[in-house]
């Protein structure tokens, strides 16, 4: 048995007291920190703080090995074939933004076919936007189905048109749609396209294997998976990355300079230009062993309990639309719903009158937004910490808002 009760007691944030009690429906915006995590950071910079690759002294040489040996973490955490293919960046934003702009500059073309779907956060799909424009590519958007998921008939045909890259996210933030990696992936490969995917809300809470899913990019956040802000991880296949040029110019990405020319390091190095963020790394390392000792198959198992109970409570109160997949389909602890009437920010403020923090409005979704006929949702998003009380809350919070607006 999964106890979250127990869970909840590692996160100091959510055992403040006062009242109404915080309950925090918010995680997929950015998670909570654990003791552990906390503790971590607090360790660094007690202990070993110092810039790393530069120094020969003790305190670098331990600065050296907490951050290099958190990248050997990562990678057995998603299984790459090495910590070379681990690139650290400030979060999933970076890290895709990081591939357009070096990948994308150096293979797009005028004509070339970007493929990516509706249901992207702007992370995913602006960047991909903005080299498009920039060398005259196309970009497409794969349609989604009544249910919220993504339209295969469509990504199909999209293929047949022998797209350059295909772009898209493993989870959405909005529908809790789980999408089908694997075999989007081996059908994109088929049709001679590089695959990157936005994984920002799949490893928080899902076992993720790169080799298994055979992608070529997969970028994530540490703060959404219980770990720091500003650090987060690009995954790239060796022989892609070392395909490509640097993404910024500065310290540690060299291998010589003149005046005239420089040379560049080898891979992850040449991707990690300027002093990094080591103890966020060591933080992420710390929010990977807590996540695994609670354990991926119960995680998973416990936020889709969460999600199921919300979903069918919430649609059983007449005037409220939930969107994404139903309640009984394997989907992510991602509930959007709109209240007839009520606004979604105030649905949203109401809710926190009573304690409950969610989103509310277009969350860095808007051609979504478009696709679902709104302009902004309120989300409730589920995690390890929460319980079936805090679903009790939500919605005796969404009844109060309909009284209040009745
Ligand atoms: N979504 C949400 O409330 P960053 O900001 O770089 O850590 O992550 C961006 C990002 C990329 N992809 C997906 C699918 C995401 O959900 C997010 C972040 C938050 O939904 C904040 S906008």
């Not at 709104?374 to 079936?388: G, L, M």
């Amino acid at each position: 048995m999964f106890d979250a009760a127990a869970v909840k007691r590692d996160f100091p944030i959510l055992n403040q007291g006062g009242a109404p009690p915080l309950t925090f429906l918010d995680s997929a915006a950015s998670s909570q920190k654990p003791q552990a995590v906390i503790d971590a950071l607090v360790n660094y910079y007690t202990t070993i703080n110092s810039n790393v690759h530069r120094g020969v002294y003790k305190l670098a040489v331990a600065a050296d090995h907490a951050y290099d040996g958190t990248r050997e973490h990562v990678a057995r955490f998603i299984n790459a074939t090495s910590p070379d293919e681990i690139v650290f960046t400030r979060g999933t934003t970076e890290a895709i933004n990081l591939v357009a702009a070096t990948w994308g500059r150096t293979n797009l073309r005028e004509g070339d076919l970007v493929v990516s779907t509706v249901m992207e956060h702007h992370s995913c799909f602006v960047p991909w936007q903005m080299i498009a424009l920039e060398v005259g590519a196309r970009i497409e958007a794969v349609r989604i189905t009544e249910s919220g998921e993504l339209d295969q008939d469509h990504y199909r045909e999209l293929l047949s048109q022998n797209p350059k890259v295909v772009a898209f996210t493993q989870v959405s933030n909005v529908l809790g749609t789980i999408n089908p990696v694997k075999e989007m992936t081996a059908q994109a490969h088929a049709a001679g396209a590089v695959v990157c995917i936005d994984a920002a809300q799949s490893v928080p809470h899902m076992a993720v294997d790169v080799q298994d899913l055979d992608v070529d990019f997969l970028a994530f956040s540490a703060h959404k998976m219980l770990g720091p802000m500003g650090i987060g991880v690009l995954y790239g296949k060796r022989s892609v990355l070392e395909s490509m040029p640097p993404y910024q110019g500065g310290g540690s990405m060299i291998r010589k300079v003149t005046l005239e020319k420089t040379t560049w390091a080898d891979i992850p190095s040449r991707f990690e230009a300027g002093t990094p963020s080591v103890g966020d790394v060591v933080g992420l390392g710390a929010a990977i062993d807590y996540l695994q000792d609670l354990g991926y198959a119960d995680i998973a198992r416990h936020e889709h309990e969460l999600a199921a109970a919300a979903i069918i409570r919430l649609s059983a109160i007449p005037g409220v639309t939930v969107y994404g997949p139903p309640a009984d389909v394997a989907r992510a602890g991602v509930v959007s719903f709109v209240v007839d009437g009520v606004h979604p920010h105030d649905v949203a403020a109401l809710l926190d009158e009573r304690g409950v923090a969610v989103r509310a409005g277009h969350h860095c979704a808007q051609p979504l937004m478009k696709a679902l006929g709104v302009t902004a949702t309120t989300r409730a998003s589920f995690y390890v910490y929460n319980t079936i009380d805090d679903v009790d809350r939500l919605i005796e919070g969404v009844e109060y808002a309909q009284r209040v607006f009745a």
